[in-house]
């Protein structure tokens, strides 16, 4: 494990989590911020001073963009012809990739990460494990990954790097782009947020409705907790009657009948399309 890793965007949100989980991992990594307030960031919480985009090029093996997926083209176009055949290009995210945004070069490989985040079913024992809702930090959290493009073999390089920067890690599955594009933005972001948003509303309305507040949000919380138990099978158990049809009732009432129709290609595209 010696490979030169060049992190674009590694002041940024992401990208200083992406930094401390490899600070000290065996790679040898150049940091890029454009941004002074980044900048400083890593030089005060770090330790780290940044070099200039040629400077972290010169004979790099991996190149992370950790930036916003409506800079990735932009960003991975002014860089291509700095880089030489083989280097591997990973973003954090699917979108871009399947989008068609990156350079039309056979001669690099093509490498997604993205993490699962700590599930809300977990053996976590410490309190700062139990906090980490994000991951990369304290709590295990699993990961997916794609070899979009290059030789095969180039994959372990890829889902090694990608084990560090989102380390401690629980599972990692292997995936295509497409793959991806169905978990993020189709399932956790057009059907899961979504629906999250729409229970937050639905808490909203019953504190307007007279429930008071911290209790709505103690209730529904609670109840989330273990309807999800049983749905998702962490527990074994079944629903009464009288869940089972509000569900039953409750479901054409809040749903389109059409609505798995967001996990078809050109939905995934469309809302790829608004992303980036």
Not at 60 to 78: M, Q, R
Not at 211 to 226: K, S, Y
Request: aromatic content about 6%; proline content about 5%.
């Amino acid at each position: 494990m010696n490979e030169k890793i060049a992190l674009f965007g590694a002041g940024g949100k992401m990208g200083v989590r992406l930094s401390k989980n490899l600070q000290n991992s065996g790679y040898r990594v150049s940091h890029i911020e454009p941004g002074a307030f980044g900048r400083q960031r890593l030089k005060d919480e770090l330790g780290i001073e940044c070099v200039d985009v040629d400077a972290a090029l010169d004979n790099v093996d991996v190149v992370i963009l950790a930036v916003p997926d409506t800079l990735i083209g932009k960003l991975s176009h002014e860089i291509s012809p700095k880089l030489r055949a083989g280097t591997m290009v990973m973003t954090l995210d699917a979108a871009a990739p399947f989008a068609g945004h990156l350079p039309d070069r056979k001669d690099l490989t093509y490498f997604v990460a993205h993490p699962c985040h700590p599930t809300i079913f977990n053996d976590e024992t410490t309190q700062e494990a139990r906090r980490d809702f994000f991951g990369g930090g304290a709590a295990k959290q699993s990961i997916t990954s794609a070899l979009m493009q290059g030789p095969d073999e180039a994959f372990d390089l890829g889902e090694a790097v990608a084990k560090v920067i989102y380390a401690p890690i629980l599972r990692s599955y292997r995936l295509t782009v497409d793959q991806m594009a169905i978990l993020e933005p189709g399932l956790s972001e057009t059907v899961c947020a979504t629906l999250l948003d729409v229970m937050r509303e639905a808490m909203d309305e019953t504190v307007k409705r007279g429930v008071p507040e911290q209790c709505a949000r103690d209730f529904l919380l609670g109840h989330m907790n273990i309807l999800a138990a049983v749905i998702f099978k962490e527990i074994p158990g079944a629903f009464s009657d009288a869940c089972n049809k509000a569900i039953t009732f409750g479901k054409p009432r809040l749903m389109r009948d059409d609505w798995l129709k967001v996990f078809d290609r050109d939905e995934i595209a469309e809302s790829i399309r608004r992303i980036t």
